[in-house]
Structures are given as structure tokens and as C-alpha cells.
């Protein structure tokens, strides 16, 4: 339906309904997300377990972590609203297609000098960092995901928070056990999120410090989050990652 209601696609009820009715109709092998925004805090509890993959970002993280719970692959990736603007020869929307085609998928970008060198092999989890630092202390949070996975990798990207903001929300993961418990962090694009001078760091070394404690790899600038060049990943299905003098991604691959 093409509906609205305030800043809403609909009323809560409508979009419960529109999901519920798409994780229940069998000839609906995914769920591709219009775009992200805010409204799944407000459903989430309402929402029964995921069946089929659910493709999207930002706000889908919420859905994304209802996935892990369900032991169900979901996708860190574009959404309609994207795939209508790129060009049909871009890597996000190419990249789209290999991952649904049931391809590899490798990714590699220069080593950020913050990175923690190492490897690791493990399901990915994560997603928007205020929106998982939001689902908190409650069933759908990092903490029930990362002790139910055991050592996953936490893949982590924001847009439009503040410096400190990012840093509480850091040391929330720290302090309720989440960073302890992982294999590996990948660290997205932090977009509009201005370095404070106040804070004395970036917004990456904040991050860094607060894993400091930590020996496994970290991989900071991946190509991942609210950025045109947004590739997508297989969330809560295993992937390799590796940092030394490049960073690498790989999922369904093998490091050579």
C-alpha cells in the first residue's frame, strides 16, 4: 500500500500488517526494504519470527537483529530507494546481484592505519550502531545475538551522530559484554558524524579506544553504510576478514 502517516509509511498497524503479510506469503522468496529512516522500534516487539531474508539498512537493523535470533540470513545492503538511483552498473547494485545469484562476494580496500591486524572466520551481525544500541537490554539486542552466535564479527556503521554520542554508545557494547564476545569489527562509514575537537580523537580512534583491550582484528573505512558506494553482506552467515597491509572481506570465499 502506498500509505503514510506522520513521518510513517502508514500506522504501526499498517506496516505490521504489510511485513506479516510478506513473511507469511510463499511466493515471497525475500523482503526488499523501501528505505530505512525510523518506525521499527515501534513494531519490533510485534514482529513474529523471520522466515526468508530481509534486504536493507540503517533502520532494518532492527529486523536484522530479529533474524539472528531466528537463525535466518538477512542482507546488509541497498534498498529500493537506491537501486533506483544508482547506475545499473554500480558495484553496490552489482555486487546485489552476485550475493542473490548465490556468488562469493570479496571485498578490498586499503588498510585505514587504525586497524587492528589478524584474521577471522565467523557470522556476521550488526548494522546501524544507534539502532542496535537502541534494541539494548532488551530480546533483540546485540547482547542475545553475540552470546547466542558465540564470537560473531560485528560489523558497525552510523550517520548524523554526534562525536560523544558514538562514544557512549561504544562503551555500552564495552561494558554490557558485547565487544568481549566477538571474533572480529568491521567498522562501516561514520557519515555527517563530524569530529568533535573537544573529544581530543576522531571519530575512528574513539572507536579504536574503546576496543583497545581487544586482540582481534579490526578493520576501520569499510565500504559499508550511509554512502552511495554501500556494498552489500550477508548478515549472520559467516565471512572472513583479514587486516594487514589490505583490508579483506570475503564471504562463501576462501583467502588465498
Not at 32 to 46: E, F, K, M, T
Not at 72 to 101: N, W, Y
Not at 120 to 142: K, M, R
Amino acid at each position: 500500500m502506498r500509505s503514510s502517516w506522520g513521518r510513517f509509511a502508514g500506522t504501526d498497524e499498517e506496516r505490521l500488517s504489510d511485513l506479516i503479510e510478506a513473511l507469511n506469503d510463499p511466493t515471497v522468496d525475500a523482503i526488499l526494504c523501501s528505505r530505512g529512516g525510523y518506525g521499527l522500534q515501534r513494531i519490533i516487539d510485534r514482529v513474529p519470527a523471520i522466515t526468508k531474508p530481509i534486504i536493507g539498512f540503517s533502520d532494518i537493523t532492527a529486523l536484522h537483529q530479529l533474524s539472528a535470533i531466528s537463525n535466518q540470513f538477512s542482507v546488509h545492503g541497498i534498498m529500493c530507494k537506491h537501486i533506483a538511483t544508482l547506475p545499473e552498473d554500480s558495484d553496490p547494485i552489482v555486487s546485489l546481484r552476485k550475493l542473490l545469484a548465490g556468488e562469493a562476494l570479496e571485498y578490498r580496500w586499503a588498510a585505514h592505519p587504525l586497524n587492528n591486524p589478524g584474521h577471522a572466520c565467523a557470522p556476521v551481525v550488526g548494522g546501524n550502531l544507534s539502532v542496535l544500541y537502541g534494541l539494548q537490554a532488551t530480546p533483540w539486542g546485540l547482547q542475545q545475538s553475540a552470546f547466542r552466535i558465540q564470537f560473531p564479527i560485528l560489523l558497525i556503521e552510523d550517520i548524523g551522530e554526534r562525536h560523544y554520542h558514538i562514544d557512549r554508545m561504544m562503551r555500552n557494547l564495552r561494558m554490557s559484554g558485547v565487544l568481549a564476545h566477538l571474533s572480529g569489527l568491521v567498522v562501516g562509514q561514520f557519515s555527517d558524524c563530524e569530529d568533535d575537537p573537544l573529544m581530543q580523537q576522531s571519530v575512528y580512534e574513539t572507536i579504536k579506544e574503546v576496543v583497545a583491550d581487544y586482540d582481534y582484528p579490526v578493520l576501520f573505512n569499510a565500504p559499508i553504510g550511509h554512502v552511495a558506494h554501500n556494498l552489500p553482506l550477508w548478515l549472520n552467515r559467516h565471512a572472513t576478514i583479514q587486516s594487514n597491509t589490505e583490508s579483506i572481506l570475503l564471504q562463501d570465499g576462501l583467502l588465498v
